[in-house]
């Protein structure tokens, strides 16, 4: 009898041990939410509050998406999708527009049919209809686009959303040309962000920045090549909307000597020296004769050679009223 009691008690052990376990898996459960409790709680209102069932909260979150990070090139147009959720579930759509300098902007459509805005710039707008595409369109993309995308979508199911850091590209206006002494000149001209320039065969270069007040920038690079083995250069732009190569060859007369250059700056100066010298020493001469020529000296009279007599018979009134009287008195006697 002893051995059957035992075996007995062997035998109940497993069934008291199965029943044990079943116990705690059916009181572990009552503490989880079921599938369909879990649906009902996914559903949150515009503030963000979460339905209960049975006096229970959900504390599940939802995947609300991820950031983009978008470069779109000027004058060209854009689209920014929404997540990928069916638009007859979307209550509210909502499109919020965060640009650089500038308040937040919000396009919204609801299921009714309503659509409201604040953004007035007409570049901005749904694709199509948002009840058939979501979708945000600018077109065109100009340079103050710059900023924050961020599509927001209210469904049963709870809010799904994807953002748009957007970077506009403005493409720099290249040049190449080429000054004195083997010195070439590289522009790429109000570009952004600012490109990168580079020589082939490397020279002796400066690179200068410049930057304008829309986010442009300007930048020139200066190369001199001394070796006169080098021929041509070519200069090679590289930015995020295109690259571009340019090339030239290098004037192998460009280069002038030193001395030369300043013989044929001094050599132009002499010569207008010497002729203004030659016209100042032939107005001298000519004048100097004109002095010459005034000056010669008149024949000397014998009256005079008396200086006294002269200047008494010339001079003197009584001298004069008695020649005349003598003279006149000559002619009465004849």
């Given at each position: 009898m002893p051995c059957l009691?035992?075996?007995s008690d062997l035998q109940l052990l497993p069934v008291l041990t199965v029943f044990l376990v079943v116990?705690?898996?059916?009181?572990g459960m009552e503490g989880?939410?079921?599938?369909?409790?879990?649906?009902?709680?996914?559903?949150?209102?515009?503030?963000?509050?979460a339905s209960s069932v049975d006096g229970k909260q959900n504390h599940t979150k939802v995947p609300t998406g991820g950031n983009t990070f978008l470069t779109v090139l000027e004058d060209t147009k854009a689209v920014l999708p929404c997540p990928p959720v069916q638009l007859t579930n979307a209550i509210v759509t909502t499109w919020k527009i965060t640009l650089?300098?500038?308040?937040?902007?919000?396009r919204a459509y609801r299921r009714a049919n309503e659509t409201s805005a604040n953004c007035t710039d007409e570049r901005i707008t749904w694709t199509y209809r948002p009840d058939q595409n979501a979708a945000l369109q600018i077109d065109p993309v100009i340079i103050t686009d710059d900023g924050f995308y961020e599509c927001d979508m209210v469904t049963p199911d709870g809010n799904f959303y994807h953002g748009y850091h957007l970077q506009v590209l403005v493409a720099p206006e290249v040049s190449l040309s080429q000054s004195k002494n083997r010195t070439v000149v590289c522009k790429a001209v109000a570009g952004k962000p600012a490109a990168q320039i580079a020589w082939t065969p490397e020279g002796d270069c400066v690179s200068?920045?410049?930057c304008w007040g829309n986010g442009t920038v300007t930048v020139q690079s200066t190369c001199h090549w001394a070796e006169s083995n080098v021929s041509t250069v070519s200069c090679s732009v590289f930015h995020e909307a295109g690259n571009w190569s340019l090339f030239t060859e290098l004037n192998q007369g460009a280069e002038t000597p030193e001395n030369l250059r300043i013989i044929c700056i001094i050599l132009p100066i002499l010569c207008i020296l010497v002729i203004m010298g030659s016209?100042?020493?032939l107005k001298i001469i000519g004048c100097r004769k004109c002095k010459l020529k005034e000056t010669e000296p008149?024949?000397?009279e014998e009256d005079e050679m008396q200086p006294y007599e002269s200047y008494t018979e010339k001079s003197n009134p009584l001298y004069d009223t008695t020649h005349?009287?003598?003279k006149t008195s000559q002619m009465l006697q004849s």
């Open positions: 009691g035992r075996t116990g705690y898996i059916s009181t989880f939410p079921t599938s369909g409790n879990s649906t009902q709680q996914m559903g949150q209102n515009n503030n963000g509050s650089r300098d500038k308040p937040p902007c919000i200068e920045h410049k016209i100042w020493l008149t024949p000397v005349r009287v003598l």
